[in-house]
């Protein structure tokens, strides 16, 4: 019978002859958001009707096959803004000219779709991108007060500050109250001040003239750093 020391010792021999491995380094993480997990869960209390539910990330709604694309979009004839807007897109997505781009207007002219579009672009070529609507920001937020929440108002703002590409969609238009409009201040400043250190942000909005508080106004208006594309046309879901 094998002594027990002897059956040691062969197997560290042929352990130590068998050929080195690596193991491979794990591929750069696309997606800040979800991790290239493809998925993410509700925000919300147990009891909730979402707790325990997914959703699809953004980068998996981005890189579907989408009718939001910079490539099929048409401009309706008669509608020259549409068109200018369309053109400001295409040069924000190749990273020429500002940084910030506004494209303000009414209901229905395209901001959305616009936007979406040059989302899905820069996702599938590989770039961070992170799309919000005013009103999902607010919403995450309000969350971020609670005493169980993972982070804060702030670090949450933060987060959406360090992504490369950032687009806000239909900013004024659910911001209610002074703790709501500050914080959307914050925000906007934010990626201000990011602008001048490679962060690239498309802001929609329905407001124009003085209707934006004027420290926002300020920022989204600074030509040294951004554009903004006024859109008059009439709404494409309705043909008026």
Not at 29 to 54: A, E, M, N, Q, T
Request: with cysteine; proline share 6%.
């Amino acid at each position: 019978m094998e002594l027990l020391g002897a059956i040691f010792a062969r197997i560290r021999e042929a352990h130590l002859l068998m050929p080195d491995s690596t193991v491979p380094e794990a591929p750069p993480v696309k997606c800040s958001i979800c991790h290239d997990r493809g998925w993410l869960g509700y925000d919300v209390r147990v009891g909730h009707p979402k707790f325990g539910k997914i959703r699809p990330c953004q980068c998996v709604i981005l890189a579907n096959d989408s009718p939001d694309r910079l490539d099929t979009f048409r401009a309706r004839p008669g509608w020259p803004d549409v068109q200018a807007a369309l053109e400001a897109i295409r040069t924000w997505v190749r990273h020429e000219g500002p940084r910030m781009l506004v494209i303000a207007g009414g209901p229905g002219v395209g901001k959305t779709h616009l936007t979406l579009a040059a989302m899905r672009f820069l996702a599938l070529e590989g770039e961070e991108t992170r799309f919000e609507t005013e009103g999902s920001l607010l919403g995450h937020l309000h969350s971020a007060m609670r005493e169980d929440a993972p982070y804060t108002p702030e670090a949450y703002l933060q987060g959406i500050a360090s992504v490369k590409h950032f687009g806000l969609d239909d900013l004024g238009t659910v911001a209610q109250g002074g703790w709501d409009v500050s914080h959307m201040e914050r925000l906007v400043n934010l990626r201000w001040e990011g602008a001048k250190r490679d962060r690239w942000t498309i802001i929609t909005t329905n407001l124009v003239g003085d209707q934006m508080p004027d420290r926002m106004a300020s920022r989204l208006k600074d030509v040294r750093l951004g554009k903004r594309v006024i859109i008059r046309a009439g709404d494409y879901r309705t043909g008026r």
